[in-house]
């Protein structure tokens, strides 16, 4: 197909950025049902210590990158890869262990366990390690720490979304994968997540973010993708496609001029 060969000028724009990236995705027809492919030759690439957006409608397949990316949708073709390696459709504890952190879209703790004992649970592969990363997980969210025997399920919506993304990091991820971090918090909190997530980035670790609230993503992030139907549409800096007027029409709405 014409749309995800080699010879398009974003694939080559593509193929020449993403070496050397940590997390990358080639290609990637993806999908759940037999002979319904969701991703249609989806393109991603993260290079170390950038934070890098996913936006775009809803059913575009943004959740389905993450999940193909993370072993949990199947890959029928195209490629994975984490630090030059080849993962694709590999097991997800697998992947946790090779160094991808991901927090899914909504059931993301343990609502009957401690705040430490969720910390524990994302620890479980290195137990020995727990206090060191629990230490850097209370140094970016200090809450964290200081409630650390509160049950997660009596926690607000955004205290929860920072239990989630802590544990995520207790093992250490060299990229850590946000399936719309603010979605259902209040405004105030979805600012609260936009500047955690900033954090997390700026002490080192990779992110790619899905995000519902497309404005405010691209403010933050490094270089985005505006993904549709499962494929790329446009790909930028955040703050290019914030400016860009078709991007703006059909994607950021009025929202773009708030
Ligand atoms: N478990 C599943 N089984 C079958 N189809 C699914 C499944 N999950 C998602 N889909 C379908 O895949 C398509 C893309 O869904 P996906 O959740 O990836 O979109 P999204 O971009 O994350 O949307 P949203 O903004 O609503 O979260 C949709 O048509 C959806 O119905
Ligand atoms: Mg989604």
Same mark, same amino acid.
């Given at each position: 197909?014409?749309?995800?060969?080699?010879?398009?000028?974003?694939?080559?724009?593509?193929?020449?950025?993403?070496?050397?990236?940590?997390?990358?995705?080639?290609?990637?027809?993806?999908?759940?049902?037999?002979?319904?492919?969701?991703?249609?030759?989806?393109?991603?690439?993260?290079?170390?210590?950038?934070?890098?957006?996913?936006?775009?409608?809803?059913?575009?397949?943004? !959740?389905?990158?993450? %999940?193909?990316?993370?072993?949990?949708?199947?890959?029928?073709?195209?490629?994975?890869?984490?630090?030059?390696?080849? /993962?694709?459709?590999?097991?997800?504890?697998?992947?946790?262990? !090779?160094?991808?952190?991901?927090?899914?879209?909504?059931?993301?703790?343990?609502?009957?366990?401690?705040?430490?004992?969720?910390?524990?649970?994302?620890?479980?592969?290195?137990?020995?390690?727990?206090? +060191?990363?629990? +230490?850097?997980?209370?140094?970016?969210?200090?809450?964290?720490?200081?409630?650390?025997?509160?049950?997660?399920?009596?926690?607000?919506?955004?205290?929860?979304?920072?239990?989630?993304?802590?544990?995520?990091?207790?093992?250490?991820?060299?990229?850590?994968?946000?399936?719309?971090? !603010?979605?259902?918090?209040?405004?105030?909190?979805?600012?609260?997540?936009?500047?955690?997530?900033?954090?997390?980035?700026?002490?080192?670790?990779?992110?790619?973010? /899905?995000?519902?609230?497309?404005?405010?993503?691209?403010?933050?992030?490094?270089?985005?993708?505006?993904?549709?139907?499962?494929?790329?549409?446009?790909?930028?800096?955040?703050?290019?496609?914030?400016?860009?007027? %078709?991007?703006?029409?059909?994607?950021?709405?009025?929202?773009?001029?708030?």
């Amino acid at each position: 197909m014409s749309e995800t060969s080699d010879s398009t000028p974003e694939r080559q724009a593509h193929l020449a950025a993403a070496d050397g990236s940590v997390l990358r995705a080639d290609d990637l027809i993806a999908g759940y049902l037999p002979g319904v492919d969701i991703l249609n030759g989806a393109d991603l690439y993260c290079q170390q210590g950038e934070l890098v957006g996913i936006i775009g409608p809803n059913g575009a397949g943004k !959740s389905t990158l993450l %999940k193909a990316l993370f072993g949990l949708v199947k890959v029928r073709s195209g490629q994975v890869s984490l630090d030059g390696q080849d /993962v694709t459709n590999q097991r997800a504890d697998v992947l946790v262990s !090779s160094g991808i952190g991901f927090v899914p879209q909504s059931n993301n703790v343990f609502p009957s366990l401690t705040i430490q004992e969720n910390l524990e649970m994302g620890a479980y592969q290195k137990p020995k390690k727990f206090n +060191e990363r629990f +230490e850097f997980v209370t140094s970016l969210f200090p809450a964290l720490g200081e409630r650390r025997g509160q049950r997660a399920g009596s926690l607000s919506g955004g205290e929860r979304q920072m239990v989630a993304m802590g544990r995520a990091l207790m093992m250490e991820p060299s990229v850590l994968l946000l399936d719309e971090p !603010s979605a259902g918090l209040s405004p105030v909190m979805q600012d609260e997540v936009f500047v955690q997530t900033r954090r997390i980035n700026r002490a080192g670790v990779s992110v790619v973010m /899905v995000e519902q609230n497309a404005a405010r993503c691209l403010q933050i992030c490094d270089r985005a993708y505006v993904l549709d139907q499962g494929r790329n549409a446009y790909t930028g800096t955040g703050k290019a496609l914030a400016k860009d007027p %078709k991007v703006i029409e059909l994607y950021l709405g009025t929202l773009a001029k708030a």
